[in-house]
């Protein structure tokens, strides 16, 4: 059966039409003004009209940002819409139609699915999931089973406190761990070596044109894969915070696999392996225990289309 994946961002809708195997057969795509909810609503309706049109579709899986009901329809709250108990399963289904099953997920529990059902997890039962990006999502799946919690809202890694007192998020808490392992931070910390440490910020200033209020996560990676020492020591501890905090989730959860995605992950080892240290440098009971690995993601920007779906499907 054939089932629509829809990944909801704040700017841009990206929508697919997804096999059994969680292979995208047809895409496409809608800009929307994420400041008009009736927008994203009908960018949403419009992109599922489109490949409905051509495919017989049995369910459609709608990836949002923020946190969805345990009833699978509604959005409770997003940051970056303005979207508060929206029904957006309800609304689409309206246009629709109620023969389709429709099934409403948090973006980062569709991305970590598909990283699980197809992706560097698919041999795994026990998995965490980490988005390291602007901010720093999670997904955890149990026993092969996807963790919603009570109220649906299960897995916001990012927002576990790590430091008392420390630096202030945007969640209205101090201290939160994306506040220290995400892109964000690796920005904000190379923006403040580059003022403490100039004569060794050479090579990221070049990068951001001479404007150190332009440098990008891009950029630190680009210069820690040419080998400039200062870049190298900023992912390295960028990694440090993902694998102490990972440490600090498997005394909890004990996944047997640790899966970093996001647009960070595309310094790979530069990353990885400072992180899987740090995990291990944390890690309760060494020695006398299993210890889980660590791979980057590799659904790319289309795990979110493909995790929705095969959610719906399922």
């Known amino acids: ?67 969805i009901g345990t009833d699978q329809a509604t959005v ?3 940051p970056n819409l303005p979207w508060r108990e929206h029904p957006l399963r309800d609304i689409v289904a309206k246009e629709l139609g109620d023969e389709v099953k429709i099934v409403v997920a948090n973006d980062a529990n569709a991305a970590g699915w598909a990283e699980f059902r197809f992706g560097a997890a698919r041999d795994e039962q026990d998995m965490l999931l980490l988005t390291i990006g602007t901010g720093l999502g999670g997904a955890i799946v149990v026993n092969g089973e996807l963790v919603l ?24 808490h101090e201290g939160c ?31 951001a044109g001479g404007d150190a209020d332009a440098l990008t996560g891009p950029h630190v990676t680009q210069a820690a894969q040419e080998g400039d020492p200062l870049a190298v020591e900023l992912l390295a501890e960028l990694g440090r915070w993902i694998g102490e905090g990972s440490a600090s989730v498997a005394a909890l959860l004990d996944p047997s696999i640790v899966v970093i995605g996001g647009g960070v992950s595309a310094a790979g080892d530069l990353l990885l392996a400072p992180a899987r240290r740090a995990f291990l440098d944390q890690l309760s009971a060494r020695g006398h225990r299993p210890e889980a690995t660590f791979a980057l993601a590799s659904m790319g920007n289309d795990a979110g289309i493909v995790g929705a779906a095969d959610l719906a499907r399922r």
């Open 177 to 207: 761990w994306e506040q220290y392992a995400s892109g964000s931070a690796l920005v904000r910390d190379a923006q403040s070596a580059l003022i403490t440490e100039p004569a060794r910020g050479t090579r990221l200033l070049e990068l």
């Open 76 to 78: 409770l709250f997003t």
């Open 149 to 172: 919690g009570a109220w649906g809202v299960a897995a916001e890694v990012g927002h576990m406190r790590v430091v008392p007192g420390g630096h202030y998020c945007g969640c209205g």
């Open 1 to 67: 059966m054939h089932a629509i994946g829809v990944d909801i961002g704040g700017t841009k809708i990206a929508a697919g039409v997804v096999d059994e195997d969680g292979r995208i057969i047809a895409k496409t795509r809608r800009d929307t003004d994420p400041r008009d909810s009736a927008s994203v609503d009908r960018g949403v309706i419009e992109a599922c009209q489109e490949l409905a049109s051509t495919y017989e579709i049995g369910a459609i899986g709608l990836a949002a940002p923020g946190f």
